[in-house]
């Protein structure tokens, strides 16, 4: 560790699965540092064990992490070096990490990533659907209504979507997405880089039917993706259509407010777009 300053926090990316994917890099420096912030103190010892090292550990996940930030803070001005690991794959990705590095940005300590494992590049790296651009949303939320809310909110993105979800949940993820974009290509990723990985190619409902008739599909921790939605294309046919509408509108005296609502309402997007383009019209008549 000799191109870092004493009392750097190193945010370690660990094996997803296979225990043969820990870098060479965040081995040695495991074995370097003074102490680990882990997620789970018991599941990461197992990790430790495995490399033969016996550090000091504590916990840090989302009840305490607020309150690990002032000791963490205290043991790097005092020139200790620590790593800080989840679970698996990389910390602050739907894990741990996110208040810790932030509140030491701004003390400005000093943190260096390691990168690794992560779930959400694995799984896109195999699953054969676009990856120029994507969004990655997290866990969806349990609750059926704020589920298919969140979804309703997504459907007309054009990027890959990528969402984590939990065996318990992924049936009912699946019926949310059947109402939501049935049709669509969907892949699932599930327990990746272990013995049984599997990658599940179809629509939400032929998903569905899979995960019925073989139970062992559901287990698992799932990394869901779904192909964006076919962009929209404006053709000059309806730009001039939609300005002749605005313009008609706008000599009937209709308000800018009222007027956007019926542009949205007819040609689509948002009512803002529609509110500023009818405003500039205005001031130029």
């Known amino acids: 560790m000799t191109h870092t300053p004493p009392g750097t926090l190193y945010v370690v990316a660990t094996p997803i699965g296979n225990l043969d994917d820990l870098s060479s890099r965040a081995a040695r420096l495991l074995g370097e540092v003074t102490r680990v912030a882990a997620e789970d103190t018991r599941h990461s010892a197992r990790l430790l064990t495995h490399l033969g090292l016996n550090k000091p550990m504590l916990s840090l996940h989302e009840h305490n992490e607020a309150r690990r930030v002032d000791t963490l803070d205290s043991y790097l001005a005092a020139g ?3 790593a800080l690991i989840s679970d698996a794959g990389t910390p602050l990705i739907s894990d741990p990490g996110f208040v810790l590095v932030r509140e030491l940005r701004a003390r400005n300590r ?5 990168p690794g494992p992560c779930a959400l590049i694995t799984a896109l790296s195999g699953a054969g659907l676009p990856t120029d651009r994507f969004v990655f949303a997290g866990f969806l939320p349990a609750k059926p209504g704020a589920r298919r809310q969140a979804l309703d909110a997504w459907k007309t993105r054009e990027e890959t979507l990528v969402f984590y979800e939990s065996p318990h949940r992924i049936v009912h993820t699946l019926e949310a997405l059947n109402e939501q974009m049935a049709g ?6 599930r327990e990746l880089t272990k013995t049984f990985e599997t990658f599940l ?7 569905l039917e899979q995960l019925v008739a073989d139970p062992n599909q559901a287990r698992g921790e799932f990394v869901v993706m779904v192909a964006g939605a076919p962009p929209v294309e404006q053709s000059e046919h309806q730009t001039i259509s939609a300005d002749a509408l605005l313009t008609t509108l706008l000599a009937e005296g209709i308000g800018v407010k009222q007027a956007a609502s ?3 309402g007819i040609f689509g997007g948002r009512k803002q777009t529609w509110y500023a383009r009818l405003q ?4 130029e008549h």
């Open 184 to 189: 669509r290509d969907v892949v699932l990723a």
């Open 280 to 283: 500039t019209m205005k001031s």
């Open 80 to 82: 200790e070096d620590i």
């Open 110 to 114: 000093h943190i260096v990533p390691i």
């Open 262 to 264: 019926i542009a949205a």
């Open 201 to 207: 190619h179809g629509t939400p409902a032929s998903l």
